[in-house]
């Protein structure tokens, strides 16, 4: 069965530097999604992506961050300079259209990127 | 409380005891999705419910949905150990009409649940 994959799996970094967290999408998925979760917090919403531009994007979403899909199989979210308060499991998640049409239906999620900033 | 907000926030068992856990939450949806999170790992989609749909079946897994009320239950049947994980439920909304919105989740805290064999 098709999966989204991530990698790395864990990665630790010096808070101020610079992290690309990357994602393989199930192959025939058109939507993108990163979330996190912060340990012991609820998973939230960072950003959503479609047609190579963001659909949406939470308030968490700052001009820290951005999304790449550099070629056809790859989603990227790069942290530019990391903060201890970045340290959380980042997941991301891929869709297909929904029968409303334009909204995602199920997410499937991968297993996620644990980021640890020292 | 804030979207997607589950109740209880653990809940211990034994096996072959139902395991039931609540979901309220504040906004109209699209549909309502439940998740289980294994320690520190990623998640898996368990169910979904469509805001139209009022019961749904999976397996060991019932599901309702109660729009009036904003709540939804998850109810797992003949627990095994193996159940022993994180349940979270996640409503999926977009930005409504004109928007290009496709669809994000919002989750609750989650409900911890304990299988004992």
């Known amino acids: 069965e098709p999966e989204v994959t991530q990698t790395p799996s864990h990665q630790v970094t010096q808070m101020g530097q610079e992290v690309i967290l990357r994602c393989v999408p199930i192959?025939?998925?058109?939507?993108f999604y990163w979330y996190r979760q912060i340990l012991g917090q609820k998973v939230e919403f960072l950003v959503s992506?479609?047609?190579?531009?963001?659909?949406?994007k939470s308030e968490i979403f700052d001009d820290q961050f951005s999304v790449e899909r550099p070629d056809g199989s790859n989603f990227t979210l790069k942290i530019r300079s990391t903060k201890l308060e970045d340290s959380a499991m980042y997941f991301c998640?891929?869709?297909?259209?929904?029968?409303?049409?334009?909204?995602?239906?199920?997410?499937?999620f991968g297993p996620g990127t644990r980021l640890t900033v020292l | 409380s804030q979207q997607g907000e589950e109740d209880p926030q653990a809940l211990s068992i034994q096996e072959g005891e139902n395991a039931t856990m609540n979901c309220s939450y504040k906004?109209?949806?699209?549909?309502l999705q439940w998740y289980r999170q294994n320690s520190g790992r990623g998640l898996v989609h368990l169910i979904l419910?469509?805001?139209?749909?009022r019961e749904k079946h999976s397996g060991r897994l019932r599901v309702t949905l109660d729009t009036s009320k904003k709540s939804s239950s998850l109810l797992i049947t003949a627990s095994r150990a193996a159940d022993t994980a994180s349940y979270f439920c996640?409503?999926?909304?977009?930005?409504?009409?004109?928007?290009?919105?496709?669809?994000?989740?919002?989750f609750g805290q989650g409900t911890i649940l304990t299988v004992h064999p």
């Open positions: 998640a891929s869709g297909v259209p929904g029968l409303a049409g334009t909204l995602t239906d199920t997410q499937y």
């Open positions: 192959s025939n998925h058109l939507y």
């Open positions: 906004t109209s949806i699209n549909n």
């Open positions: 996640a409503t999926l909304t977009g930005k409504g009409a004109g928007g290009t919105s496709y669809g994000k989740l919002t």
């Open positions: 992506f479609y047609n190579n531009e963001i659909s949406e």
């Open positions: 419910i469509r805001s139209n749909e």
